[in-house]
């Protein structure tokens, strides 16, 4: 098993800092998984053609009381018309 050892260290300008590690967060991906992530593409690749993008389905926590309570009541509606799927038949797609 390898271990990591080894440091990066790179001089940000600490507004870029903070906005790359709140998006980072929200993606729910550490920095030294991304920089991992990057440097074995770049090997890969042999060429930096790296992009993440934030999900486009909105999280709960972006949403307000209100959007949240809209979106229950469309489901429950959706569920009681019989408009969905089992869960057994949404994991095994």
Do not use: W
């Amino acid at each position: 098993m390898a271990y990591k050892t080894a440091n990066v260290t790179a001089r940000v300008n600490p507004e870029i800092k903070r906005e790359a590690e709140k998006v980072l967060e929200q993606l729910g991906i550490p920095v030294s998984v991304l920089i991992d992530s990057l440097y074995r593409q770049i090997i890969m690749q042999h060429d930096i053609q790296y992009a993440m993008t934030m999900p486009a389905v909105t999280t709960r926590d972006a949403m307000t009381a209100e959007q949240f309570d809209c979106m229950m009541d469309t489901s429950m509606k959706q569920a009681e018309a019989g408009q969905g799927r089992d869960a057994e038949a949404v994991f095994k797609a």
